[in-house]
Nanobody
């Protein structure tokens, strides 16, 4: 059974960088057949896919957020990370990591609330 767990600060100041880590157990993130995604949910925008990293290391991003988003990984720790630059209060949301590409995810983390505020 694959399990995912998000971690990171719950409060980020405007204009700063939001950084989150997803730790995966029960499966390797280097397996080429799988994608590993970041997704967020807010009452205003609903569910929003941010991007993904494939087992090969290739990345893909939501075109509306691509200029501010970076996804990377640490194979030694079986973790992948999200960085979202120049955040505003509109980036406040519950952030999830999940296995699978956009629209085809199966296993999700429990989510972590991130608030952008002074």
């Amino acid at each position: 059974q694959v399990q995912l767990q998000e971690s990171g600060p719950g409060l980020v100041k405007p204009s700063q960088t939001l950084s989150l880590i997803c730790t995966v157990s029960g499966g390797s993130i280097s397996t080429n057949m799988y994608y590993w995604s970041w997704i967020r949910h807010s009452p205003r925008k609903g569910l929003e896919w941010l991007g993904a990293i494939r087992g090969s290391g290739a990345t893909s991003y939501n075109p509306f957020l691509k200029s501010r988003t970076s996804i990377s990984r640490d194979l030694t720790k079986n973790q992948f990370t999200l960085q979202l630059n120049s955040v505003t209060p509109e980036d406040s949301a519950v952030y999830y990591c999940a296995r699978g590409p956009e629209g085809f995810t199966d296993f999700w983390g429990q989510g972590t609330q991130v608030t952008v505020s002074n």
